[in-house]
């Protein structure tokens, strides 16, 4: 409701400010540092002045006697030098949020029973018209070793935007990349067949087998140590093995698919238990088989984008040069994040390699061409076989397509790429790709929202059995990286906070159930570490750490979950004595919203009809914090109403039901929040 106010102030002041002045301006709106100073605050005065050559205190006396009524502001009036500050008409305020609440429970009723494929549970569109088609893709695991907690950032991220942007009407699609015929994957197969001498039948009997991820994590070291020892030797298994596996041929071929398919079901069933999910696989293996990568090719040569190099480094690639300072300055600032990728990265401007295999940028350029529709073609798609219980996972196929598969082919308006700020110069060759092919406002709608690394407190990665030396212990945090094994795999970091969290409840509820416990636990596991991941802005550098994670006070996911938790037990007992059942009248309303505690009233009031304020910051800035920020803010300004006053044992009736009803919506807002987060409030903590 306050973005809903603050967008009609805006349109009116923009208005008036056109028919008298004659100026076009885009107006800025603040929050005031205190409710007295009103809901909301413009400096645009200042800048008419400069235009206008008249005091802005002058000017904004002016627009305040003549701008006329805005529905919901009860009055604007002149503040300093020259602010106009608004003041929002608190019944109207107070209605609009209880009556924006029931058509949120009305419809709520009836998102439980929507399957993937259109919205997953909790996922719904809060408001509005659906806008045109949006793809986020995220997660994009390399399908060769288990999931890292780095990749549950990337996931929690992705997720997030989805249910952000489908609470703000966006239609989104939720696509999973899989590299299944990429470097790691090759290595993967290199370590099965040349180093463990295992057969493709032995291959497929230990994918079938439990913790198929784990045995690949540590294959995936050895081979990485194994293939550092000798360059050459490197070079020309990789390039042998990366050639069988794009044409389909041989036995490293079917180990490869063999591998990433299993891994694939073992980074879905480990996603899952956060409640993430995907609707489509696009699996790179089509972009070569159904010639995504051959139109691509053409479409790049016949453009000049890329050139066919005749350097001694480089004879016999195709290459997408980089004119100007531009590229020496992209790579300066990458190159040290991108020192532990594979070395092709270090020439992320080669797209075909001398031996005619194409690196992944070039694969990503024809999947990215795909997105917006401006390829030509289409997958085919069949549903994925190995899904947790409950999910309907679509992937693609170079086989016979199911003809009742979903258009996933439909062209995009606009794509969220999430991959981490290691990859920003992959992204930006991937952009000028399409910018080069005459795409430009393709380009400039494929956003990549990045994101920093993730690593360990050395507390946390003691606690995970990592052996530190006394240098590492002293540092802020330690690196950690799949290639060489040290890391926190995603379902062990579940396993572990779950199992803090069970021994938590199990000490506070010994009259709970042990199925209940295991519940309780689960929920507040995962809201630890969803909101630990999101209450950072995307360039932090975020050290994992147990305790902090789980800490019932401060900014984490508990605290917000059992703010919640606490006014569902005021519910219970108001509702019990009876307490809900009296009608607040408008003239109640009124009185209390403007006597001695109105302020204070009024204050929680305004904060819990935010929420879509915080959605459309998180929006424009691809921030998913602004709303872990907003779930924490409202429950420590919950909490802190609740300490200041006494709810049921209220003597007046009126006002005890007034604080009920206040109490009501806090908690449905802060649910909604926490649900857009990903994160459940469970009945007890």
Not at 118 to 128: H, I, P
Not at 228 to 251: F, M, P, Q, S, V
Request: aromatic share 8%; glycine share 8%; with cysteine.
């Amino acid at each position: 409701m306050y973005q809903t106010l603050t967008n009609r102030l805006r349109e009116a002041l923009a208005g008036h400010i056109r028919e008298k002045y004659g100026v076009e301006l885009a107006i800025t709106l603040e929050r005031p540092p205190k409710i007295e100073m009103g809901e909301a605050a413009s400096p645009v005065c200042f800048e008419l002045a400069k235009r206008l050559k008249k005091a802005p205190r002058l000017i904004a006396q002016e627009i305040a006697n003549g701008l006329g009524r805005v529905e919901g502001i009860a009055r604007v009036e002149v503040a300093g030098g020259g602010y106009l500050n608004a003041y929002f008409d608190r019944g109207a305020f107070w209605a609009s949020v209880q009556a924006e609440k029931s058509r949120e429970m009305e419809k709520g009723q009836g998102r439980d029973t929507e399957t993937a494929g259109v919205r997953r549970k909790g996922q719904g569109a809060g408001r509005g018209e659906e806008r045109g088609k949006v793809i986020v893709e995220h997660t994009s695991i390399n399908p060769n070793k288990a999931a890292h907690i780095g990749h549950v950032r990337n996931a929690v991220l992705g997720d997030t935007m989805v249910r952000i942007l489908r609470h703000a009407a966006h239609r989104v699609q939720i696509q999973n990349y899989i590299d299944n015929t990429g470097v790691q994957v090759a290595d993967v197969v290199i370590g099965l067949l040349q180093m463990e001498r295992v057969t493709p039948v032995w291959v497929r009997n230990r994918a079938a087998e439990a913790k198929f991820d784990y045995y690949c994590w540590d294959l995936y070291a050895k081979a990485t140590s194994f293939l550092a020892e000798d360059k050459a030797r490197a070079a020309a298994l990789r390039g042998a093995t990366l050639k069988a596996i794009e044409e389909g041929k041989g036995e490293d071929a079917e180990v490869a698919q063999v591998v990433a398919d299993a891994i694939v079901g073992c980074h879905l069933r480990t996603m899952a238990r956060l409640d993430i999910g995907y609707e489509l696989l696009a699996r790179e293996s089509e972009i070569l088989h159904l010639h995504f990568w051959d139109a691509a090719f053409e479409m790049l040569k016949k453009s000049g984008a890329i050139q066919l190099a005749t350097s001694e480094q480089m004879a016999g690639c195709w290459i997408m040069p980089w004119e100007g300072e531009a590229r020496e300055t992209k790579e300066e600032e990458v190159k040290e994040k991108i020192a532990e990728e594979e070395d092709e990265n270090s020439q992320d401007k080669i797209i075909v390699r001398s031996n005619g295999t194409v690196t992944y940028v070039g694969k990503d350029i024809a999947y990215q061409l795909w997105k917006f529709g401006l390829l030509g073609k289409d997958f085919h798609y069949q549903k994925w076989p190995n899904v947790p219980e409950e999910e309907t996972v679509w992937a693609t196929t170079s086989g016979k397509g199911d003809p009742d598969a979903p258009h996933f082919g439909e062209p995009a308006a606009t794509v969220y790429n999430v991959i981490d700020t290691r990859q920003a110069y992959v992204q930006e060759v991937v952009a000028q790709g399409l910018r080069r092919l005459g795409y430009a406002e393709a380009a400039k709608s494929s956003i990549h929202l990045w994101y920093e690394r993730m690593v360990l407190t050395p507390r946390c990665a003691a606690e995970m059995g990592y052996e530190l030396s006394e240098e590492e212990a002293k540092r802020p945090y330690v690196e950690v990286s799949g290639r060489r094994g040290l890391g926190v795999k995603a379902d062990d970091l579940i396993d572990r906070l779950e199992a803090a969290a069970l021994a938590e409840v199990a000490q506070r509820h010994a009259e709970m159930s042990s199925e209940e416990q295991k519940l309780t636990a689960h929920a507040i596991a995962v809201g630890a570490l969803r909101f630990f991941l999101l209450k950072f802005t995307r360039n932090a550098i975020i050290a994992f750490d147990f305790k902090d994670a789980l800490s019932f006070e401060g900014e984490t996911g508990p605290y917000c979950q059992y703010a919640v938790v606490r006014i569902r037990g005021i519910r219970r007992k108001g509702k019990e004595a009876g307490a809900t059942n009296v009608e607040v009248t408008k003239e109640s309303i009124a009185q209390l919203l403007s006597g001695a505690d109105g302020n204070s009233f009024w204050e929680l009031l305004v904060a819990a009809g935010s929420l879509d304020y915080a959605v459309d910051a998180a929006i424009a800035t691809q921030e998913p914090a602004f709303v872990a920020k907003y779930a924490f803010q409202l429950a420590q300004a919950f909490n802190n109403f609740y300490h200041k006053h006494h709810i049921l044992s209220e003597a007046d009736e009126q006002k005890r039901a007034f604080l009920l009803r206040l109490t009501e919506l806090v908690e449905a807002q802060l649910v909604r929040a926490l649900g857009l987060l990903g994160i459940e409030a469970p009945e007890k903590m």
